[in-house]
């Protein structure tokens, strides 16, 4: 009967029975793939349900949603947690043997411990520590005792401020290959009384192992000449996305080194004494992805430029500005030099203003 009435409803509107079976054909086949569908998501959910629950952290840590343990794999991770007391470590130490990686991201400490974090058992096993966005102001020289095999420190994105009684903050990290600290250190006071104090960190760490250092996005202006001194295995060094002009540093500490990146910095030209330094390094050390003016006056770097095999992708770089205008955005290597010309003002202050504003927003909001 029901079969009937439906067949008449159709009828009743002059749907051929050609159309109404296809219909029906196709509301079988959407209901069943909604059926499917429906049990894949349950399953999935019950998989998620399954993931979550495994990494879900002991003791006072299993209050966060946003922490996750898994012991099997040592890594422990507290992300956007907003954590201000850095105490947090010492729970890990509690419940955990075996700490391989940790990573408190996101948190609010600013002070960190005067006192191990992981407290007074040495953790032989921890190779990765991530501290990045954390608002950290004070690093205090005790911090990092009792992590003797540390491989990877990152403290990136803090509002760290040096001081003379923490010189000694890395002497307990001895093995570290790779230290990040990008955007690090923002305050804009005394900056060359807090660049001496972080090269005083540097020495007193004596890391021999140490082959990445970035120290991208801090508005260093200047860097120090014995940058790289303190570190004879280091192989990168990232600098990417500061006020550098120039980089004038000790020759004989950058010979092994095999990138330095000096992307987006403030080189409009090469001048004469960085052209000397880097001819002194291996093919293709250098990184200089800047914003290049081309006219009458760039003649010299531009044929240094076309000859020197230190600089990589070199191919790629263009003129940002250029005198006259059809030059701007054609690639260095390939502008013909003899129609360049110094009719047009490339440098104005109101647009040096306006960049140094596109960079500060820039390096903010990243």
């Known amino acids: 009967m029901v079969h009937y009435s439906f067949f008449f409803d159709f009828q009743s509107y002059n749907i051929p029975r050609r159309s109404w079976l296809i219909s029906i054909t196709y509301l079988l086949i959407s209901s069943t793939v909604w059926v499917v569908q429906a049990g894949n998501r349950q399953e999935y959910q019950y998989r998620d349900d399954a993931i979550e629950n495994k990494l879900i952290c ?13 012991p099997s794999a040592g890594e422990y991770s507290c992300i956007n947690a907003q954590f201000v007391d850095a105490n947090v470590f010492l729970d890990i130490a509690t419940n955990y043997k075996y700490i391989k990686s940790v990573t408190f991201h996101g948190n609010n400490f600013q002070d960190l411990t005067s006192t191990p974090l992981f407290g007074a058992d040495s953790q032989n096993s921890l190779i990765k520590l991530n ?12 911090a990092l005792r009792n992590m003797p095999n540390l491989q990877v420190l990152d403290i990136s ?32 006071i005394n900056r060359t009384q807090q660049f001496e104090l972080m090269l005083e960190m540097f020495r007193q760490a004596k890391l021999e192992y140490l082959q990445v250092l970035d120290l991208s996005y801090n508005f260093i202006h200047n860097v120090p000449f014995e940058i790289a001194c303190p570190f004879p295995a ?9 006020f550098l002009k120039n980089f004038i540093v000790n020759e004989t500490c950058i010979k092994d080194v095999n990138t330095i990146n000096l992307s ?28 290049f003016y081309c006219d009458c006056n760039s003649k ?8 020197t095999k230190s600089v990589r992708e070199k191919n790629s770089l263009v003129c ?45 909001i990243h």
């Not at 280091?234 to 500061?242: E, F, G, Y």
């Not at 010299?300 to 000859?307: A, E, K, N, V």
């Open 58 to 70: 002991a003791g006072k840590l299993a209050d966060y949603a946003a922490c996750q343990c898994d």
């Open 131 to 142: 501290l990045s966005a954390n608002y950290i102001v004070n690093l205090n020289s005790n």
């Open 157 to 188: 994105n803090n509002e760290i401020v040096f001081r003379p009684r923490d010189v000694d903050f890395l002497t307990h990290t001895p093995h570290l290959t790779q230290l990040y600290m990008r955007r690090a250190f923002t305050v804009t």
């Open 234 to 242: 280091l192989q990168t060094l990232d600098l990417r996305q500061n």
């Open 264 to 291: 987006r910095n403030q080189f409009y030209v090469i001048p004469n004494d960085f052209r000397a330094l880097a001819d002194k390094t291996q093919p293709e050390t250098f990184l200089l992805r800047n914003q």
């Open 300 to 307: 010299d770097f531009i044929t240094w430029l076309r000859s």
């Open 320 to 364: 940002d500005r250029a005198s006259p205008k059809m030059y701007v955005g054609a690639r260095i290597a390939e502008v013909p030099l003899n129609k360049l010309t110094c009719d047009e003002p490339l440098f104005t202050s109101s647009s040096h203003q306006l960049s140094l504003i596109a960079i500060f927003l820039y390096i903010l």
